[in-house]
């Protein structure tokens, strides 16, 4: 017998909050009306996500990642109403694995976190240690 791969997602959204509000600095917000949640850091977004119909995040992923990513999944698509070579749509409620989801949301975060100046960076850090 062959070994089990795991690709069911069982994400939702509730552990999408989750695993975004457990990082430093992280907050959340509805900017664009109350069906769309977002959360930032450092004041910047990092995710997005529709409330109304929860089976898609936008994320911020690095142009050459995201390029291959979209190549290799049909559910990773260039980002809706985004900046197409800066962000990706995500469709969770597919077939991705849990970690690679969990993997593009945490590069998200720390493509931003790191775009931040260092002391906003160093606030960040010493406020959530």
Known sequence: MGLRVF????LNIESLREH???KPGVEESFPFGEDTLVFKVGGKIFLLTSLLNPISFNVKCNPEKAGLLREQHAEIIPGYHMNKKHWNTVYYNQNLPDLLLKELIDHSYELVFSSLPKTTQSNINVSNT
């Open 20 to 22: 975004c509000i457990d």
């Open 7 to 10: 690709t069911s997602s069982n």
